[in-house]
């Protein structure tokens, strides 16, 4: 009897999700000028296509987590 095949993860669980700068700035509620600053002072990890750039989710939790600050 054999095994039943595994099933490979799809690119977007290996990769994970991708976001256009201006989806990181809605959701930062910043500038795209803004997020602009942090790729090229390598606060915010980045990846180029073409002539845009592309941010992973992964990335982007990242970097939230590194400036989080707790008030209290």
């Not at 606060?43 to 939230?64: C, H, N, T």
Request: hydrophobic fraction near 30%; glycine fraction near 8%; proline fraction near 7%.
């Amino acid at each position: 009897m054999t095994e039943p095949p595994v099933p490979s993860p799809g690119p977007s669980s290996v990769m994970g999700n991708f976001f256009t700068v201006t989806e990181v700035a809605r959701q930062l509620r910043v500038s795209n000028m803004t997020v602009y600053r942090l790729i090229n002072s390598g606060q915010l990890g980045a990846i180029r296509v073409g002539r845009s750039y592309r941010l992973r989710e992964d990335d982007v939790r990242r970097y939230l987590e590194q400036r989080y600050m707790d008030t209290g």
